[in-house]
């Protein structure tokens, strides 16, 4: 809902501003990121919850975070507004079938029951896109409410995200450790390579710096709380919540690796 109280239908026209950007930033984020987790989790031998939670990870939209961050990094704000808002429209769709894949590869045997695709939708629409169309609506009939309402959001928020990773963590305390050593390699695997795969991607594209930067950044920087949302609550398997909460530790500090870089290399620019 905050991040809807900032978000306009316009944005969703700049696709025809940024065409090759947006086709480009969609599929690193909807089939490159599942391919690579996908490998990662059979080349680093996850076990197969923490296998299945890394690929409900790469299921998820970048989310609100990667705006932020590509803001910070001096990216294309608009562009990665546009992508994230793409991207979380489509991974309603895609997330019952990616997670469902995983667990028939990962769980064969059936002890993990699969996803309703419907259910699974229904539930996904009502935590992530309801939420925002609200968001949306409170902006366009009560601007100046929205305006006033967007930092105690942010804040909210942001206090909310460290709540749901703590409570993950603690919830297998006494596996952590294990945990870490197991997925922790995995899941700083994924985040390089995303980040670098998006960025040399967009560049072999011929696209700028600044567009580069924001794919990269769209490739990288999930949406951990709603990958732990889903394994906490629509699969209830508190170990697949793990690789989400590794995961958002970790991409923090690659993120602020990229916001340094990319203040660099503008002021580079610049000069």
């Known amino acids: 809902m905050g991040w809807g109280l900032a978000f306009t239908p316009a944005d969703f026209k700049r696709i025809l501003i940024y065409p090759k950007a947006v086709t480009l930033g969609l599929f690193n984020q909807l089939i490159l990121l599942p391919v690579i987790a996908f490998f990662l989790a059979k080349a680093f031998q996850l076990s197969p919850e923490l296998a299945v939670g890394l690929m409900i990870l ?23 507004i ?7 429209l489509i991974t309603v769709m895609t997330i019952p079938f990616i997670v469902n894949f995983s667990i028939g590869y990962f769980i064969p045997g059936g002890e993990q029951p699969q996803l309703e695709i419907l259910g699974t939708v229904v539930a996904v629409l009502a935590i992530t ?18 305006k006033r309402w967007d930092a105690p959001f942010r804040k909210i928020s942001a206090v909310f995200f460290v709540i749901i990773i703590i409570a993950a963590i603690l919830k297998e305390k006494d596996n ?7 997925a922790g390699p995995a899941s700083l695997a994924l985040n390089l390579a995303t980040l670098g795969l998006g960025y040399g991607l967009a560049k072999f594209a011929g696209l700028n710096f600044r567009q580069s930067l924001t794919i990269a950044v769209e490739s990288g920087i ?9 394994a906490a609550t629509l699969i209830v398997n508190s170990v697949m919540t793990i690789p989400s909460a590794i995961y958002s530790l970790i991409m923090f500090g690659t993120a602020a690796a990229v916001i340094f870089w990319g203040n660099k290399k503008s002021k580079t620019q610049a000069s």
């Open 176 to 182: 952590l450790v294990q945990f870490f050593i197991e």
């Open 129 to 146: 896109i309801i939420p925002v169309a609200i968001g949306m609506l409170v902006l366009k009939k009560a601007p100046e409410l929205a």
């Open 82 to 88: 546009t992508l994230t808002a793409f991207s979380s």
């Open 222 to 230: 999930q949406n951990g709380t709603l990958g732990i949302t889903i």
């Open 58 to 80: 790469a299921a998820c939209p970048g989310g609100a975070t990667s705006n932020l961050i590509t803001h910070l990094a001096k990216g294309d704000s608009a562009l990665s």
